[in-house]
């Protein structure tokens, strides 16, 4: 396996890096797990231009700016090193960090930018594509997953424009390897506003699931008709915050948005166990609501309580697969100024009533005009259309192995 190491250093050195710098200190992390600056566990990154991105944090000037993205567009012209372009894609596009920094006070200034223009480059790189003779469709491809972050970046940035010639791009690409993809095969998405990075074939796709589709997702009048026991629990667990935690800090600037999780990774937490034993019972008799169908991914199922201070606003983003689906039951708070926007429409949430909508497709939830906090139960569940045969000929899934009676080659082929 190729090192690491080597490779920054190659890149630097290509890079044109002043000679008298010592690009040991260089390549290292700009952001720590030691300084909890980071929220993905497995992740700490290494890059270059390391001093002179610190230099201009640590005092904003003409000068320290100036200094940094000449070093950072000299690794962005020179370097067609895999690691290198993504991991300062991920550096300047706040991909990792708890807090945002890059685009906290420009959200489209030129480290910003230059962060698009890394993950331009990522994605026509060799190695990014080779994901997709690497990988199957259960997995994580490297041209998918940064054709959505750059087409979500574009979106928050309101460049509609961008985001519009991108979607064509990925739409047209091709990959002519050991695995062959033509146009339209590659990434298999059919409108912008819907771009998972994992896509099972053959799956209805709606914003949001009427009620009168529900006899599929018997979750949602479980949820409802359980909402007693759901309110009386969480209304004496919220009375302590510590119960409490961040969640998905890097999804917006100001205000509050935090969770309590229940059930993750096929695993119910101790949350679940001890604060809530009523409903954390009937959970165990909801999930998994497939046994035996693999998750294609850690949240494939997923439970928890959400809680929105008031002037929260959560910028567009989306879930990880179109066989995700997003059950919410409105709990408490001021649930009738707060706002969800899935594929561009509004929704409200009411206390005891369950919204299905589909976490794929581009959503946002904000609450500007609250006066109070809004509390939702958010469940996440598999979609209904996903069966044993989406399985054939996969040995395993972004999230598990897939056991080998389900992965025997496919009788069904999906369109």
Known sequence: ????????????????????????????????????????????????????????????????????????????????????????????????????????DERDGPFVMAGLDFGRKLIRNSECLADFDNLNDMQCRCPMLYNKILLLKMKNLNRTEDAQQLFQEAKALAYDGVTPRQAGEAVPWTRMDHTPQIWLKGLRAMPVWPRDTWDTLPICSKLEEHYPVIRKEFDEVSKNSNNFQDAYRFLYLNGTWDRILLYHAKKFTPECEELFPEFCGLLKQWLPSKPGIPYVVDQNEQVMFLRMTAGTTVETHSGPSNNILNIHLGVSGDLPNARLFVAGEEYKWEEGKVIAWDGSFDHSVDCVHCQSDRNVLLVRYMHP??????????????FEEVPEDLSQPPETIYE
């Open 385 to 398: 259309d996903t069966t044993t045969e989406h399985f054939r000929g996969v040995t395993r899934t972004q």
């Open 1 to 104: 396996m190729r090192s690491l190491w080597v490779s920054l250093v190659a890149v630097a050195w290509a890079a044109g890096i002043e000679e008298e710098e010592d690009f040991a200190g260089q390549s290292k992390a700009l952001f720590t797990h030691a300084a909890g600056e980071l929220h993905c566990p497995d992740r700490e990154l290494v890059h270059p231009c390391v001093d002179h991105l610190k230099a201009w944090l640590e005092n904003k000037t003409d000068t320290t700016a100036d200094s940094a993205l000449r070093c950072v567009r000299r690794v962005l012209n020179a370097s067609d090193d895999f690691f290198t372009l993504r991991n300062m894609t991920h550096l300047l596009l706040d991909l990792d960090v708890v807090q945002k920094v890059f685009d906290a």
